[in-house]
């Protein structure tokens, strides 16, 4: 699915590296998750996978089923099943959620969406994320309270039906009952299209409680140093990235 | 209920004098025109709503001055334009509050996307001579933003679709606009 190769980044126009010798493999249907301090470039990497305008590549590769996306836009990269769930995802004012969802899918499917079927989807979506459907109408997350726009991110994976999705900190900003209604329909989701691939970015293991990993990654110094399984998120919410030596045994999750 | 005007200017120059005395909304469309909108406010708590929505290809000066003349009157003004090519467009908007009207709103919200590298200019001025007043107003002049079109384009909309669809809602920015009477308005937009 998605590979990873000894990637180097950057911020443009700067010289220091965010991430070097980067390496990671997601298979179909794994989970994954990247754990670390603030400031380690957990939501670089995010972003790089996306092609965000303001990192650059400066080495190595990134391959959606075999194929480098590196040259790709934004929206062919989207095209191809990279949904990345946004930390704070942006307010845009006078394009309506509708409105923009509709061309969503019409892009991403590449067929004209029918109306009827279109609203009706949306609704029954829109019920299963517990989102009021007046939300449909409004500007596109203005007005959204931190946890509507992060269901309203659930609701557009649901809609786009993605293969390859990054979570970064969906559990910021969520409550306790919005964080349980968000990975039950990313639970629900994973078992209707059992081959999606899920990378989840985040520094609580409160998330996996819900949402089971096989592989928890701890990314520090610009790399990942230690690999192992749901065991390590708790260790390290015990410990601290301080308290848990991780620098050594690495483990392939290969 | 409000009353409710819808203005198209197409490749004119107009001068708008209004007398205002119940709530009224105006939908302003104007197509590379200019024009110099005066409007009084001449009864007590009434309110008025106007948008004004631009599509520039020359130079073009819109102006427009609000006089809240009697107390508890309300003014919210949306300027929004989109100046397309290498040329100058000027926004000047003015509220002004009269000395005995009290407890009045005036507000003006104005914004100007350059599509090109066009000059374009707002003077945004609250002229209050009362204590009395809530009043604010805003001015930006630029692109749009980056990171709108970045979030578009990773739920897979191509840039030039992603344009489109701020365009739209930057100048049809209310709910309330019936696109049939805007039918020109619209067609203009598809060319930007």
Known sequence: MLEIKNLYCKVKETEDNILEDFSLTIKKGEIHVIMGPNGTGKSTLSKVIMGHYKYEVTGGDIL???????????????????????????????????????????EVSGTKVNLYTFIKDMEKAMDEVKLNNNMLHRSLNLGFSG???????????????????????????????????????????????????????????????????????????????????????????????NGVNVMMGNEENE | MSKILYVIDNNTKKDYNYKIEEDTIIYHFSINSGSNVLIDLDKEDISLYYYYN??????????IKVNHNKSNTHSELFNHGVNVKDNELSFKVEGSVLKNSAKCICNQDNQIINISDGKSTICPNLLIDNYDVDSSHSAYIGKFKDEDIFYLESRGIPEKVCYKLLLNGFLINSDSIEYDKIKDFVLEIEKI
Do not use: W
């Open chain 2, 54 to 63: 631009d599509i520039n290809y020359d130079d073009n000066i819109f102006t």
């Open chain 1, 64 to 106: 959606l089923d075999g194929e480098s996306i590196l040259n790709l836009s934004v929206s062919k990269r989207a095209k191809k099943g990279i949904f990345l769930c946004m930390q704070d995802p942006t307010v845009i004012e006078g394009v309506s959620n509708s409105e923009f969802l509709r061309t969503a899918i019409g």
């Open chain 1, 147 to 241: 946890g509507e726009k992060k269901k309203n991110e659930i609701l557009q994976l649901k809609m786009l039906k993605p293969k390859f999705i990054i979570l970064d900190e969906l559990d910021s900003g969520l409550d306790v009952d919005s964080l349980r209604i968000a990975c039950k329909n990313i639970n629900d989701y994973l078992e209707e299209y059992p081959d999606t691939a899920l990378l989840i970015i985040t520094h609580y293991p409160r998330i996996l409680e819900y949402i089971r990993p096989q592989y928890v990654h701890i990314l520090k110094e610009k790399k990942i140093q230690k690999t192992g399984g749901i065991e390590l998120a708790f260790e390290i919410e015990k410990e601290g990235y």
